[in-house]
């Protein structure tokens, strides 16, 4: 079936520092989303991408849909240690009912060292 | 409004017993679901609704049942709880449109199987 990797799974940085993580799927996906799951917490909707080669802004995150809508990126530029956390990815998956289902990719951890 | 909300936040339950998981939503959203999180697994999808009187099963249904009588709720059972169902659950729910959308994730109930 359909996955997604993300890669990597852990990352530490300085604080002011930039950090990627990326997601990459073995089918086309129609859309992807991002999600950020700080510790403890519960996972909130960050974004979604439908165009291919599509860029969206949201401050200092930068979100990427690749051309071939295989694969995605996020990328936070400066970071501060408001971005601690985990970040998803999630494609779509149609379901037997005709409902588009959200399968998510591992995570990537991000620990920001002030 | 009140969201996504999840009872209980914490349960500590012995292998073979029973029990559910509460979930309710404000929103008026015609899709909800449950998702478990293991450490490095990411999210899985257990089970989904489209309204209510339709559910379907996800990518790891074995061991748990869900009904929807009304849109406002989606509760999920655990018939005969194993170690193996530690984990951590979340319910989400969205609006269903062809574009997929935002997903609101509830706060999480925390299970541990003795």
């Known amino acids: 079936g359909q996955q997604v990797m993300q890669i990597p799974q852990y990352q530490h940085v300085q604080e002011g520092e930039d950090f990627t993580t990326y997601c990459n799927s073995s089918?086309?996906?129609?859309?992807i989303q991002w999600y950020k799951q700080r510790p403890g917490g519960h996972p909130v909707f960050l974004i979604q991408?439908?165009?291919?080669?599509e860029v969206k802004k949201q401050k200092r995150l930068t979100f990427q849909f690749g051309e071939a809508k295989k694969n995605s990126s996020l990328h936070i530029t400066a970071t501060q240690t408001t971005d601690v956390g985990t970040y998803f990815c999630a494609g779509i998956r149609s379901g037997l009912t005709g409902a588009n289902n959200l399968f998510f990719g591992t995570g990537t951890r991000l620990t920001v060292i002030p | 409004n009140a969201g996504v909300t999840q009872t209980p936040k914490f349960q500590v339950l012995k292998t073979g017993q029973s029990m559910t998981l509460q979930c309710a939503q404000d929103m008026n959203h015609e899709y909800m679901s449950w998702y478990r999180q293991d450490p490095g697994m990411g999210l899985r999808l257990i089970h989904y609704s489209v309204g209510a009187g339709i559910t379907d099963q996800g990518e790891v249904p074995n061991g748990y049942n869900v009904s929807r009588s009304t849109t406002e709720d989606f509760p999920l059972r655990l018939l005969s709880a194993a170690p193996s169902q530690t984990s951590v659950y979340f319910c989400?729910?969205?609006?269903?449109?062809?574009?997929?959308?935002?997903?609101?994730f509830g706060p999480g109930t925390r299970l541990l199987v003795l």
């Open positions: 991408l439908v165009k291919s080669g």
């Open positions: 089918t086309t996906l129609s859309n």
């Open positions: 989400a729910s969205r609006k269903i449109r062809q574009d997929v959308g935002t997903q609101y």
